[in-house]
């Protein structure tokens, strides 16, 4: 058997490296949500009065069954999220570089990992440079308790603005709200937007600021090297060269004025250093080259097959160098001289440092990532360091304050530029961020030149905006401190504190570490910036659906009035022959609870059907519509409104409500946002008072008509009518009132429509009582026809 057989029989011994998941069990989660009090109430009201009547008995294991539904399709929803999460795991399985048998093998599955395998290490923070470890730190302090407090009576009064607040609150709110932000989970996690935390989406659509990562969100990540510059034959003549192809394919492009006589020395320290202080590799997967490893060193080795250096060159060397690729600056701060075309070293004076500045600034300017190569010749200690413990190099690589010295008193041999470029979408991205009041700020490691060079192509800045007060270095953002709610994106474990300490966190699905997803609020499935702009589109809208001022309206003037009035309804003219009830009889029988059901349907088709009929007909009932003038549009452009801006030859003529005049001229979607659906949000609210109101009068009686119980009978009831409709004509008629409640007045017309609409309620609740009556009849005729059980 050979080496590879081992290693298999080795696979099969111990099993695939990876840990156990625990997985999701719908029907535990669905038991342990029954085992909740509201389920437990619910089921035990239906089950108290189901034995009173053998007509309705159908219903007592409809509504249950229909509870059940209900909770399993919140469970589904609850952990779509966590699921699409999985499956992103699935797809960016850890891979590793390994060497197995004396072979390099690249992208092994982690799980297929066994012992004897030499794994290669990247870097813990997925960046190209270390960060130090802030260390655990204890601290000892004092606490101090009060045993007296003298305002301790006040907490009387504060309990009772609590309680009253709690009572002020429609008890329908939370139902409401929960639904509303689950429907808009969903729908973001079609745009490739996973949200993991339901509250998260509300906080998304009070965004004023979304701070993003550069490469990978608002670029491609697909880093090209664009322009090499070396050093001439004197210190102060530098030369350029053009670099073709935007691939991590050798083959796409050439190098322009490339010297047809072999590379000089300093063309090869460049192209040995980029060979040699990289980990990245190219490899031809799926019909293409593909990069295994950093993008940016992914690149460099691109450019180092186009120089066509050969590998075994950078294995020529009979002495150690230090060789370092950085930042420009950062590296002629710490050199003192530089290589020349022909490989001698010369003094770096300042006009030189200059010129390599200027070339730098034009190219940064240009958009483009700029790395400088560096080399040091003379080590000193190290000329003999060969790794053994008793060196005394050895004792200064133990101490890190040795590294400034170390690193210094280097040679600069040139530069290269890498372009990442943006993506295509973004810049319309930004534009709509920028119409909607959202501010966005682009956070990235690069030059500063470079980044504003981006911002300037992508729309952060426009062209010849003052940006002076707009770039912020790192040192410069921290110090702001702007009470705004912001939004910030990340991919790596450096960033993972920055979603944490965010109003919402957001993590790249594809490119972001494990750690910044477990940190983050919501996940891009595809690291797009456009999803994060589609997410917050969409977090927008959903509060406007109605308003929290007209739903408080609906529960405390409307629900209030009629509810108190109901209390001094007469007895029933059959009260008393009625037998009497069980001490056990529940509040709420299966058939009262299944009358609620149909009649909180239609309200709710009422309030939805009449908001559609008023974007998409002109007349309904006989009833014109026309008379304000509104455009009317279809059903499908109704359901797809937040596809506005992609339709083409789009136009929305003028309407009326009242005295206003409405117009849409500079941007024809505003008819499906705030102030063009105004009209039709009103008409919805007035519907439901209207259907609450007529509901008061079916209330009069549980079973009785009201052809024979009128609601006369109740004289409070019709006076609490009135103020009600009083009131709601009052918010809707004075000009101030009807701003802070975000609605317009309605025509003649109009009020028709919404009694029309609101009336069927009466109409449905008399039918149902007719078979409540006649089901408990033949219920009780069936049960003197049965023999009744003998008694002892």
């Known amino acids: ?236 003549s530098l030369r350029d060269f053009k670099v073709e192809g935007t691939s991590y394919n050798p083959f796409d492009g050439r190098i322009h004025d490339w010297p047809t006589d072999g590379m000089d020395a300093n063309l090869q320290m460049i192209a040995k250093i980029a060979a040699v202080c990289n980990d990245a590799s190219v490899l031809w997967s799926s019909s293409k080259y593909v990069a295994n490893g950093m993008p940016t060193e992914a690149a460099l080795k691109v450019l180092v097959e186009k120089m066509a250096f050969l590998k075994n060159l950078t294995l020529d060397c009979i002495r150690i160098l230090e060789i370092y690729y950085g930042a420009v600056e950062n590296l002629l701060e710490r050199s003192t001289s530089v290589q020349l075309s022909d490989g001698s070293v010369v003094n770096l004076d300042q006009n030189t440092k200059a010129n390599i ?201 409307t629900d209030g009035p009629p509810a108190t009035a109901l209390g001094f309804n007469p007895p029933e003219r059959s009260i008393m022959k009625k037998p009497p009830r069980r001490h056990d009889d529940s509040l709420i029988t299966a058939w009262t609870l299944f009358r609620y059901l149909v009649i909180g349907s239609y309200v709710g088709a009422a309030t939805v059907g009449i908001f559609t009929i008023w974007y998409t007909h002109d007349s309904f009932l006989g009833i014109d519509l026309s008379g304000d003038g509104h455009s009317l549009i279809t059903y499908s452009q109704l359901a797809n409104w937040d596809q506005c801006s992609s339709w083409k030859n789009f136009t929305v003529s003028p309407f009326t409500a009242g005295a206003q005049t409405f117009r849409f001229d500079d941007n024809p979607c505003d008819y499906f946002k705030q102030h063009g659906k105004v009209k039709a949000t009103t008409l919805s609210l007035s519907v439901l008072v209207a259907i609450e109101m007529f509901n008061s009068l079916n209330a009069l009686s549980e079973n009785t008509s009201l052809l024979v119980m009128p609601p006369w009978v109740n004289p409070w009831l019709l006076i609490a009518m009135s103020i009600s409709f009083g009131l709601h004509f009052v918010i809707m008629y004075v000009p101030f009132l009807a701003n802070v409640f975000g609605i317009v007045p309605l025509g003649l017309n109009e009020w028709i429509l919404v009694l029309a609409v609101a009336f069927p309620v009466i109409l449905i609740d008399e039918a149902l009582k007719f078979i409540g009556r006649h089901g408990r009849g033949f219920a009780e005729r069936c049960s003197t026809i049965l023999p009744k059980p003998k008694s002892d």
Not at 420 to 444: H, L, N
Not at 491 to 498: F, R, S
């Open 1 to 236: 058997m050979g080496k590879g057989g081992e290693k298999l029989v080795k696979g099969l011994d111990h099993g695939k490296s990876d840990s156990d998941h625990e997985t999701f069990c719908a029907w535990a989660k669905e038991i342990q949500e029954c085992e909740n009090g509201n389920y437990i109430f619910y089921a035990s009201l239906v089950r108290g009065g189901a034995d009173s009547d053998k007509f309705t008995a159908f219903v007592e294991p409809l509504v249950i069954f229909l509870i059940l539904i209900v909770n399993a399709w919140l469970i589904w929803q609850e952990n779509n999220a966590e699921k699409a999460l999985e499956a992103l795991k699935e797809i960016q399985s850890d891979q590793a570089t390994v060497i197995r048998d004396g072979t390099k093998i690249h992208n092994l599955p982690a799980k297929e990992l066994v012992p004897g395998d030499i794994v290669e290490l990247s870097s813990a923070a997925n960046e190209s440079c270390g960060f130090n470890k802030r260390r655990t730190t204890v601290v000892n302090g004092t606490r101090f308790a009060c045993d007296r407090f003298s305002f301790e009576k006040c907490t009387y009064y504060f309990e009772i603005a609590v309680a009253l607040a709690v009572a002020a609150i429609p008890e329908g709110l939370p139902a409401v709200i929960t639904t509303s932000l689950a429907l808009g989970t969903r729908k973001m996690a079609q745009k490739n937007a996973l949200v993991r935390k339901l509250p998260s989406v509300e906080t998304l659509g009070c965004t004023t600021v979304i701070c993003s990562d550069k490469t990978g969100t608002l670029t491609t990540n697909q880093m090209a090297a664009v322009k090499l510059v070396a050093i001439g034959d004197t210190n102060d």
């Open 357 to 557: 500045l200027q070339t730098l600034q034009e190219m940064t300017t240009n958009a483009l990532r700029c790395l400088g190569f560096a080399c040091k010749n003379e080590l000193l200690e190290f000329d003999t360091y060969d790794g053994n413990e008793d060196h005394p190099a050895h004792s200064l690589l133990l101490e890190p304050s040795n590294y400034p010295s170390i690193e210094s008193d280097l040679t600069f041999v040139g530069l290269v530029g890498l372009r990442d470029p943006p993506r295509e979408e973004v810049f319309q991205s930004i534009k709509d961020c920028r119409a909607a009041g959202i501010r966005v700020i682009v956070i990235t490691g690069d030059n500063r030149n470079t980044a504003e060079a981006i911002c300037q192509d992508i729309g952060v800045f426009g062209q010849g905006e003052d940006i002076n007060s707009k770039s912020l270095t790192g040192k410069e953002f921290m110090g702001l401190q702007d009470k705004r709610s912001h939004l910030r994106q990340s991919d790596g474990v450096n960033d993972a504190p920055a979603p944490k300490l965010a109003d919402i966190g957001i993590a790249m699905g594809i490119a972001g570490t494990e750690v910044a997803k477990e940190a983050s609020d919501m996940v891009l499935a595809d690291d797009n910036f456009n999803t994060i702009v589609a997410a917050v589109a969409e977090a927008l809208g959903i509060p406007e659906s109605l308003n929290p001022v007209q739903l408080l309206w609906v529960n405390l003037v």
